[in-house]
């Protein structure tokens, strides 16, 4: 991803100039050798001497999970702008350092890279919701499915993800308080899951087919489905039910426009990951990133909702985990079941 | 499709009773004697002595093309209400040699099997045309396309079908008079066509793909395409596009409502034949001519119609050949090119 | 639908005689007269001496859910077939106390009306999965999702449904049973829900929307969602999600095969009402269970799991309303969380 | 579209410069100073001045339809690579004097913009069917359908736009030319049409809904629909049909990935215009014309075949107004009807 973003900000975000490029590894910079410096952007391993590029005013921090609490509030310190892919951590308390690191910089822009935001899909149902054309949103129901990924990734790539919760379905969560509003107060949780293809998720506390229920204060409900064994491709997709209509989207992926009748009928083929359903999302997010920083502009959503994203995510695995459902009082701190 | 009458009529037709049935086929008599005579149907192999059946009041004419006029002229005259699989023939003189039979017994219900006709999504479309929902219907387009049959079927069929327009459009043909307006008048009739799969269709004077226009006097315009080499199954679809909005019937033909997600992609499966298709509207077809005649109900078409069909399909089959669009005056009556 | 029932029974299934109708209702028997008994159908206003009917072989249960049970017994009693409407109850045990009935008379059919194991769709999709389409089935995802009705009507029949689970999810756990097997033993289940629209269900420990979650023994998942408030129109549908593969059965709804193409867009209609999608299903059941009675063939599934779908509801309806999460052992015996 | 145009060079083509700019309106010049001059475009208002611009290497010509050919020739001249709209001209011989033009100058890159070539989804269809998915291509449909402009454009625009067939079925027949093979031979051509909602088109010989077939030599068929009054937005679609199969394009255009379901249906809105669905094919194409210009590559398609467009568009058009069908023979030289 690190890479996508490079070459966005280098050719389809007009406005903004790649100057410099980080990594620890040597395969990457072998590509970032080929693909970004004849253009003129220097190449560094170590991120705090990436930090001192001349003139670098913004950090876009898309390395693994584990260090991006840590350089998102090292670059704030250095007085950049950041665009920090989700989640900032997958920790509750780390997620809200970098807010409260944020807050010492109130000038600076600093963003949770939440890329289904900048959706032209999800942003057209949003303004359909949001002028009344489906009455009260009152029922959220969002999926998070990826591809069947045979050679085991994902089971190594669970020490780190925070598991299926927070890795996967952060997303939809963070869609469900966008709909429902950014000060949605979450009231209960409860999550269950299977390991189908990949029983060795379990040593990770976690599994490769997840739903979980999350009710808001206020009558308000959102579930969610997360899965590591789509056949087709990636399969994303949210529907937002109100007392007067329903949006859907993507309920039907498509890759192409192209359909396929054949003797064993009729076929359309989809994307096999998510860049293939959000690559002009990031762009959009890129652009609109750099404008914000340019013009001093609002960023579309706060910072503090990724980490009720987190949050929300971090109770759904442990409920999993535990068997047990998770209460929250009127103001979201956390209630323990005697004192119901 | 005689069995499949004769079923209807038999199971699915309450207020009907089948008591006679005829063919002067083997085989089928083999199948009658076991699906039909345990109900008490007598099998008859000799047409004449059929209509001398006691009691017997109305005929279901689903025999070859060839002697469908010559059958039903003959039920006619035995006083016997008729019911004849289209095309009346594949002449326009001999399909109007029926309506004058018909004409001399006007208590008689005598129609023409136009199955589409009583298709639930057909009558729907007709009924929001109908109200004005898109405007003035201006321009229609109906396919009707056969799954491939590699046996070379088609090639011996095609010497006693009248050729595709007058065998697969001839229900398009009709539909377009149905929306258009059952006295609209033919203007200018054109064709091409050619054979991709089977060039022995030639020696018949047909085609396995086949494209026409019909323009119809009051400005009206319609367009037609049939094939014999759809792989994925049949696909009979029709929009009729009107000054202020279309309605489309099948645009995406299903099978069931299964929709499989799999490794290629996802993928539904359509019927391989007509029947698939269009099973419930030749039941609703049996009730209601069963209702007609029983009641002296009017008859949801007339059949004049059945000979305006047969004339445009062989107009396009004949443009298909001579290479020549083919006009009519106001009256419908053909001119000859000189006239112009 | 009892009125539903007697014409299927009528006029579309050829080998079984409608001779007699009960219920206690003046407006229902005023219909029956004008639509049943010129037809030589008896109308009876006493359930038991309709049972007396000379000849009556087979009782079709169609009542309020409240005598489901008592009825079927009394018909069991009495020597006759029984195909009862789903839930045979509300209550478990009572439930239980039909299978016991009819164990003392093996040799009579007694069938729960699970009207969607007839459903062509779905007996496509079991085939498909039968025969390893999609690898081992283990997530399942089905909702009943009806159309709005503002008059107040579901609030008034909250009384005796049972709750949302067991009115509305009772079809979908059925399914879930049917595809993962019937002999699936259920070891968690937890729901939430909200009351978006009337909130007077609220009276009757019930809600227009519901979420719940069903683990059962051997890594399979199943989750249900029900709604009083569509819309569109009824919205049922299902997913098989396999480890090799999808099923969707009613992903996209139709109605007609008609799309409307306007200023606004474009558009279908749907169904209202579950008889719009499930007709054929009805009618195939019907046609189905007389040829069981006649022909003393098995019937297609077990009464038994009629009790295990009671179970799984109930246990929902439970969890919604306790915020509790219920468990069961490996022999399907429930667990106090104690225990745990 | 030139201001489009001009947009993608500036922002979205990284390895183009966009310099100058050339338009003869005062209300697109006072656009270009605002959008285009701060970026340090220069604005020109005499395109012979804007040739001369300092280090210009390439010319996109986007003006009306009547001057595209003497522009390109006038660049090519220039010695600039160009990329003109499409078509070239609405004659043949001036379309043909840019072919000449630019075989003067071989080592320049002139294209004509047609867009399609450059859409994801053509190109997909074209690669499957180079693959031999669907056997021998046979049956080519395509239409090209604005959206109903009631202002009454479309007849100002008739005066010069070559008509429905030139204008719109260009793109089509393009398509044609592409997927049968550049090579193709047209081997007669016949075209009907209706005024139905701007019957003043009448006096510029143009229609508002027409029809029209092409054959090819050895043995293919192609059918074209266009349109200016769709209700719902543009739609634009094409179908390839094979032996052994079947491709079609946007047979379902879609505008977001958003569907509402409201108490009137499910619905979904289309894009109004064709920015709205080739927006990412006017870019590619803009990206590879300026790599095929500074890497000197051959360009995806012949500048011939634009020539090979605008013969048919024009003959469908003059047989739209004769009535008459018009033969070529198997050079594609025409002849008179009364050579057969």
Redesign the interface.
Same mark, same amino acid.
């Given at each position: 991803m690190g890479a996508r973003h490079a070459l966005h900000f280098?050719?389809?975000t007009?406005r903004a100039e790649l100057v410099a490029a980080f990594t620890p590894e040597p395969s990457e910079v072998a590509w970032a050798k080929i693909h970004l410096e004849p253009s003129g952007v220097t190449i560094y391993t170590d991120y705090d001497e990436m930090l001192r590029h001349p003139g670098l005013e913004a950090v876009v921090v898309a390395t693994v999970t584990t260090v991006h609490a840590e350089q998102a509030i090292k670059a704030i310190q250095a007085n950049k702008h950041v665009l920090c892919e989700k989640p900032l951590s997958t920790s509750v308390e780390v997620s809200q350092s970098v807010v409260d690191a944020s807050k010492t910089k109130p000038h600076l822009k600093v963003m949770c890279g939440f890329s289904r935001r900048f959706d032209?899909?999800y942003r057209?149902?949003f303004d359909?919701m949001d002028s009344g054309?489906?009455g009260?949103p009152?029922?959220f129901?969002s999926q998070t499915c990826d591809k069947l990924d045979p050679s085991g990734f994902f089971v190594e790539y669970a020490q780190f993800s925070g598991g299926i919760f927070v890795d996967c379905n952060i997303h939809d969560i963070d869609l469900a308080l966008w709909y429902f509003g950014q000060d949605s107060i979450v009231k209960?949780v409860?999550?269950?899951?299977?390991?189908?293809?990949q029983p060795e998720l379990r040593k990770y506390k976690d599994v490769d087919?997840g739903?979980g229920?999350v009710?808001f204060w206020g /009558? @308000?409900?959102a =579930?969610f489905?997360s899965?590591r064994?789509?056949?087709?491709?990636q399969?994303d997709m949210t529907e937002i039910?109100g007392?007067?209509?329903?949006?859907?989207?993507?309920?039907?992926?498509?890759?192409?426009?192209?359909?396929?009748?054949?003797?064993?009928?009729?076929?359309?083929?989809?994307p096999p990951h998510y860049y293939g359903r959000f690559e002009q999302a990031f762009v959009t997010e890129a652009n609109e990133f750099t404008a914000a920083c340019l013009d001093d502009l609002k960023l579309p959503f706060k910072l503090t909702g990724a980490v009720q994203a987190v949050k929300i995510g971090c109770a759904l695995q442990e409920s999993l985990n535990s /068997? @047990?459902?998770i =209460?929250f009082d009127e103001t979201g701190r956390r209630l323990e079941k005697a004192a119901?």
């Open positions: 280098l050719n389809r007009p032209a899909s057209d149902a359909r054309a489906i009260r009152s029922v129901r209960s409860v999550a269950m899951g299977i390991t189908a293809v087919n739903v229920i009710e /009558g @308000k409900l =579930y489905y899965s064994m789509m056949a087709a491709g399969h039910i007392t007067e209509g329903k949006l859907s989207i993507n309920a039907n992926p498509i890759g192409t426009l192209v359909e396929m009748s054949e003797p064993s009928g009729i076929r359309r083929e989809i /068997g @047990k459902e =209460y119901l």
